[in-house]
């Protein structure tokens, strides 16, 4: 819901000792006088750091107000109590969502002063209503704002900024047709993004919206295309360019793309643009922009908007702001106080694994969360050979995945990623180059092989799915030693992890099926079934008549599945390994099973076991077994589980195979074989290198060498 449709109502000017102080800084040969006030200045901007530094995703400096009717006297008296603030802001708090049909009647294309033919291209596309962000950022823009777009992925930001610049530039034609119809005529509206990919797509976005009557001319800057179609296009005249800054400044250094003319310049992802070598190719494209402008003369050239768009605000985006946008910029806000900065609809999941395990485990993955395979997935590795190596992945090669990395020529690149768009295959494994902004419609699974090293760069990442009401799954994959960076996730995105295991046998074995089922339901001709009817018959025959058993053969051959699969860790996704939970009505802790494992499962030796946790309510504890030492019924839960041959049994612990991980300590509890019920030496729930509940050195729970004396706390022993 808009709670401003005229945000150009709350704009406020610039006090008068704002302007001075202003001044101020930016001389440093005036008088003491001029100096104690850039003193006072400076001062006050590290109060400000010292602020902002407390809370990393706060908003810029932005001294505005939500830019409603019943906002306004709320904003006059901000106003009085901070007169030190140096000017006013518009701020339009937008909601994704429409919660009544009046609403949502408030979007309609037909509200909104656009040109025919911008409403024919529309409508031809199926588009009736408008998102929020872009029915927010209409009028400000038409008006002549700056403006700053605060909104997550996925949520119409292309269309929010292309539709009024166009029909800005189509009204300045109409009024102005001999300038802006004239051969070699300079660019109006330069947009720039970090990725080619992304540029490529806006590119296509905006020649959509325009069509082909409208006489505009655009043209896509980017690395790995040729340059003399573009140096032509330049001497013919061009009116929209879209590209990437490296490419950009080529141009501008060669003299070829002159910039006076510009009516707007747009920053998309602005918040990416802090990777190595993007802030600074950014920054040197909006000097130059002023350079040039500057040299014209305000009589030569029309007043210049500048456009921020940024899901987040990291320091360098701020500074922007500051340095080149005008104080009464108007910002459009989507995501504003609310901690979760990824859309809703997304199912975060986080699976504990080494590398060569997530590599084995992938295919499986993308059957349980992709749909059954049926669905797109996107993995993000961290480097290029990760990318390759997962391509050669024989589970991943039969859903016809593709590479995509700064190694593989742009064509290709362009060529693999309309393919994904198209469905022709189901996965792409991409380093960075695609993380942000690229359109892909339906994708229902993104995989991060490791934990990304920033949050801005996982509510990107996992961007890709959730959108458009669909839901989607984000699965991240971590070691023991990246839990931190989970953690540093869930705090700084209010992401809630859902911790599981490896997809198991069962798990797995339905997904497939279940794809097969869709498959088969939504893509399958009649037609071609009286070819397969000969076959069908000798197969019943084969299973002498059971239908139920033939055509569940013919669909585990479907999906290449031959031979049952080898159990797999919940804990640590290891093959080979079950993970067993033990459970009781009271604190216990690994010295307990430990024990009980010698003194009553001899066969469970001390290298059968590894992993060992405890549950977050200190009543459980996880392990994994080898495989071959653990016997137990898949299908009957309430089957009694064989550990070496023998059926566990003890009256105040119970035993079974969890089908998905309890919450735990974050950090695995260290414990000496042979703790439990007062055996040995340095007592302990925890378990030590004997000792256990009330018994040895140190009593009471915990005890030991280092686990705090008599009676001290819990998890005693030599090493705790």
């Known amino acids: ?102 609403e949502a009647d408030k979007l309609l294309i ?22 929020p962000i872009q029915g927010a950022t209409f009028d400000p823009i038409v008006s002549g704002k700056d403006l700053l777009g605060r909104a997550r992925t996925g949520t119409g930001k292309t269309l929010a900024f292309a539709l009024p610049m166009i029909q800005r530039l189509l009204q300045r034609r109409a009024d102005l047709p001999g300038q802006y119809r004239a051969r070699g005529r300079m660019p109006s509206i330069l947009v720039m993004t970090p990725t080619r990919e992304l540029a490529s797509q806006i590119h296509r976005e905006i020649d959509t919206l325009i069509g082909t009557n409208a006489g505009l001319v655009t043209l896509c800057l980017v690395g790995g295309t040729a340059y003399d179609g573009q140096r032509s296009a330049f001497r013919s005249g061009v009116d929209i360019v879209v590209g990437t800054p490296g490419r950009i400044i080529d141009h501008i250094e060669q003299s070829t793309f002159k910039l006076a003319q510009l009516l707007f310049v747009c920053l998309d992802e602005a918040d990416q ?10 920054e040197k494209v909006l000097q130059c922009v002023k350079q040039q402008k500057d040299l014209a003369g305000p009589d030569q050239c029309p007043a210049l908007q500048t456009l921020l768009f940024s899901a987040t605000l990291p320091d360098w985006v701020t500074k922007t702001i500051k340095t080149y946008m005008r104080p009464d910029m108007v910002t459009v806000d989507l995501i504003g106080n609310d901690r979760h900065k990824t859309s809703a609809l997304i199912d975060h999941v986080s699976i504990r694994s080494s590398w060569q395990n997530r590599v084995s485990i992938l295919g499986d993955i ?26 050669l992945n024989e589970k991943l090669q039969t859903l016809g995945a593709q590479v995509l990395h700064g190694d593989i020529v742009q064509k290709q690149r362009e060529t693999a990623i309309q393919g994904f768009r198209e469905g022709k295959f189901k996965v792409l494994i991409a380093t960075n180059v695609c993380a942000r902004g690229v359109d892909i419609p339906e994708v229902d699974l993104v995989v991060n092989c490791d934990p990304p090293s920033d949050v801005e760069t996982y509510i990107h990442r996992s961007g890709r799915t959730g959108r458009a009401g669909r839901k989607g799954a984000c699965v991240t994959f971590y070691k023991p030693n990246q839990e931190y960076s989970l ?29 097969v089922l869709t498959a088969v339901q939504d893509e399958l001709d009649a037609a071609v079934l009286p070819y397969f009817t000969p076959v069908a018959k000798q197969l019943l025959a084969h299973y002498d008549g059971d239908a139920e058993k033939a055509l569940a053969a013919a669909i585990a051959f479907g999906t290449n599945t031959l031979a049952p699969l080898p159990t797999r860790s919940l804990l640590s996704s290891n093959e ?33 076991t590894i992993g060992w946790r405890t549950t977050a309510d200190d009543c459980g504890v ?49 414990a000496g074989f042979g703790g439990g019920r007062g055996y040995g030496r340095g007592g302990a729930s925890g378990g030590g290198f004997g000792g256990g509940r009330g018994g040895g050195r140190g009593g009471g729970r915990g005890g030991g060498f280092r686990g705090g004396g008599r009676g001290g706390g819990r998890g005693g022993g030599f090493r705790r």
């Not at 643009?273 to 950014?282: C, K, R, S, T, Y």
């Not at 080979?576 to 690994?590: E, M, P, Q, S």
């Open 487 to 515: 953690t540093n996730i869930t705090r700084r995105a209010g992401v809630k992890f859902r911790n599981t295991g490896a997809p198991q046998p069962m798990e797995v074995l339905a997904a497939k099926a279940q794809g």
């Open 576 to 608: 080979g390994y079950v993970t067993l939970l033990f459970k009781a009505d009271r604190h216990i802790g690994i010295g307990l099973i430990r024990s009980l494992f010698q003194n009553q499962y001899p066969g469970i030796t001390y290298d059968d």
């Open 273 to 282: 643009m802090l990777d190595i070598g993007f802030a600074e190719n950014m």
């Open 110 to 131: 037909s509200n909104f002063a656009l040109d025919p033919m911008i409403v024919s291209n529309l409508r031809a596309r199926g588009i009736e209503r408008l998102f």
């Open 622 to 670: 996880l392990v994994d077994v080898k495989q071959h030492k653990v016997k137990y019924d898949m299908h009957d839960p309430e089957a009694p589980i064989l550990l070496a041959g023998k059926p566990f049994h003890d009256p105040s612990v119970t035993a079974s195979v969890p089908s998905s991980l309890p919450e735990m300590h974050e950090t695995p509890q260290r």
């Open 1 to 102: 819901m808009l709670k401003a449709e005229k945000p150009e109502a709350a704009d406020l000017k610039v006090s008068k000792k704002g302007k001075s102080e202003k001044k101020s800084k930016s001389d440093k040969s005036e008088k003491k006088s001029k100096k104690d006030k850039s003193e006072k200045s400076e001062k006050k901007e590290k109060k400000d750091k010292k602020r902002k530094a407390t809370d990393s995703d706060a908003e810029p400096e932005a001294d505005g107000e939500t830019a409603s009717a019943d906002a306004l006297p709320k904003a006059e008296k901000a106003e009085k109590a901070a007169p030190a603030k140096k000017s006013k802001q518009a701020v339009i708090q937008v909601s994704e969502t429409q919660e009544t049909q009046a």
């Open 366 to 391: 993308v059957f349980m969360y992709g749909q059954g395979g049926t669905g797109r997935t996107i993995i993000f590795v961290e480097t290029k050979a990760e990318a390759n190596e997962l391509g």
